[in-house]
């Protein structure tokens, strides 16, 4: 298996950096809980490094070495019930037997929640669903790949958002959700939002689930956002300065907030 950069998923050679991103890729340690660099999921995803962690998951970024992209793979992990040692397993084991019957339950949930996004894949303002699985004691969702700033990046940068920018991003966004209680009640995965622009950079809104990262658009005025798990995320515009996590922090930085994952 190709080796590839944990940061950005470039092909390296040992002893020199990333020839992409340029980061030295061999200093990447992830937590002892999260999967191993290089790990493979289905004989097809090999994930990077974890690009966000919650009290329900963890978002890796992860390789499709099928179709030659990045994709986001979310593993469900919620650290009340359970743990892994990576040195023994790389299976997920319960704290306690009487945790087992709860934790299947919501493995179970995370699994139909991702069924009925990819249901909704004609919905641009839904984030795409590419696939899902059990593995490892666990289950997965590989999701699109999006590369951006958090909102709290772009008000930093730029200062409050406009009322009438904020209404034109929620308003596809809760045609998106409309859409979504149609298929389930209290849907719980997708917490996040994402904007980008259409053929006339007029900006519409995605809805991601967390962990996802956001793409920069080619136009001068296009403008896509990253998905978090409060609030909304703002436009990426051509020539401004990234995040290079998901949540604005460096290599294997997370988010310990529990609605990460919710």
Known sequence: MERRCPYCMSPVQPGSPCPACGRNWERYQPASHHLPLGSLLQDRYQLGRALGEGGFGITYLGWDTVLKRKVAVKEYFPTFLVSREVSLTLDVTCHTSGNQPTYEKGREQFLREAKTMAKLDSIPE???????????????????????????????????????????????????????????????????????????????????????????????????????????????????PQGDAPWGGGAGSHDSSPAAGS
């Not at 795409?128 to 059990?134: A, R």
């Not at 200062?159 to 849907?187: N, S």
């Not at 917490?191 to 996802?212: F, M, Q, T, V």
Request: hydrophobic share 35%; glycine share 8%.
């Open 126 to 240: 839904i984030v795409q669903v590419l696939d899902h699985f059990p593995e490892h004691n666990t289950a997965y969702i590989v999701m699109e790949f999006l590369e951006g700033r958090t909102l709290k990046e772009v008000v930093a940068q730029s200062g409050p958002i406009p009322a009438d920018t904020m209404l034109a991003l929620l308003e596809p966004v809760l045609r998106a959700m409309e859409a979504m209680h149609c298929e389930t009640d209290g849907f719980r995965l997708c917490s996040g939002l994402s904007e980008r622009a259409d053929r006339n950079h007029y900006p519409k809104a995605r809805i991601c689930p967390p962990g996802a990262v956001l793409r920069p658009g080619s136009g001068p005025l296009d403008r896509r956002v990253r998905p978090v798990r409060h609030g909304v995320l703002l436009p990426h515009r051509e020539g401004s």
